[in-house]
């Protein structure tokens, strides 16, 4: 079985200071990790992956994430939050050589203000 | 190009209606993927298609009815659905087993907001 948790249903910052959207996981094996963006009336669009290798993952649109197997989390940050950031952020956790198959976690509303 | 492409963008259908929804890629993904989305909810798996064969069903109601009738487009049989079946319907599409920058991503489409009355 595998889980997802993103325990901040919403998430305020101001324009230009740092942000992170926290996710936590549990699977029974070696996990790949995923963050996706939503916009209203939008799909989701990818923002970043873990599959294997370096820790830290840079990804679109100034994004990076830390996988820490440790503390099994794998916490979304941004150095300088933009208010166009603002939007629903999904982690989702999938297993390798377990098929297709994703779990989501319930989204974290991110708010950014002027 | 990464571009899933979904038809029709909204849809209102009585519960004694049929209709379909439609997914295309033209990315050369074998899996293809159906969700259920309410409004601020994660999306929910219902199918996935691999090598345009059935491989998971999220024991989802008969009164949804997939079909993949090749390797680029994904159908979507609604037949007699309830009220609480309105929502956001996405499409996605991934590679299976490729090496490459996007091994085991998935790519959505828009969505098709669907409301049953």
């Known amino acids: 079985a595998q889980s997802v948790a993103q325990p901040e249903d919403q998430v305020n910052v101001a324009e230009g200071n740092p942000l992170t959207v926290k996710c936590t996981y549990s699977v029974s094996g070696n996990p790949y990790l995923f963050w996706y963006v939503q916009y209203p009336n939008r799909g989701l669009q990818f923002l970043l992956k873990y599959i294997t290798g370096d820790n830290l993952v840079k990804g679109s649109y100034g994004f990076e994430a830390e996988f820490n197997k440790s503390q099994t989390s794998f916490h979304l940050k941004k150095p300088s939050a933009l208010v166009s950031d603002s939007a629903l952020y999904f982690c989702?956790?999938?297993?390798?050589?377990?098929?297709?198959?994703?779990?989501f976690g319930t989204g974290t509303q991110l708010k950014v203000e002027l | 190009d990464t571009e899933v492409t979904q038809t029709p963008k909204h849809l209102v259908m009585g519960m004694t209606n049929k209709k379909s929804l439609k997914c295309e890629q033209h990315m050369g993904h074998r899996a293809m993927y159906w969700y259920k989305q309410k409004a601020k909810k994660p999306p929910e798996l219902m199918f996935v298609?691999?090598?345009?064969?059935?491989?998971i069903n999220e024991s989802v109601p008969s009164r949804f009815s997939p079909e993949c009738p090749n390797s680029s487009l994904l159908n979507l049989h609604l037949h007699a659905l309830q009220p609480e079946d309105s929502a956001l319907y996405l499409c996605?599409?991934?590679?299976?087993?490729?090496?490459?920058?996007?091994?085991?991503?998935?790519?959505f489409g828009a969505g098709t907001r669907l409301s049953v009355l």
């Open positions: 298609y691999s090598y345009e064969k059935l491989s």
């Open positions: 996605a599409s991934s590679p299976i087993f490729r090496e490459g920058r996007d091994k085991n991503i998935q790519y």
């Open positions: 989702a956790v999938g297993l390798r050589g377990g098929g297709n198959k994703l779990t």
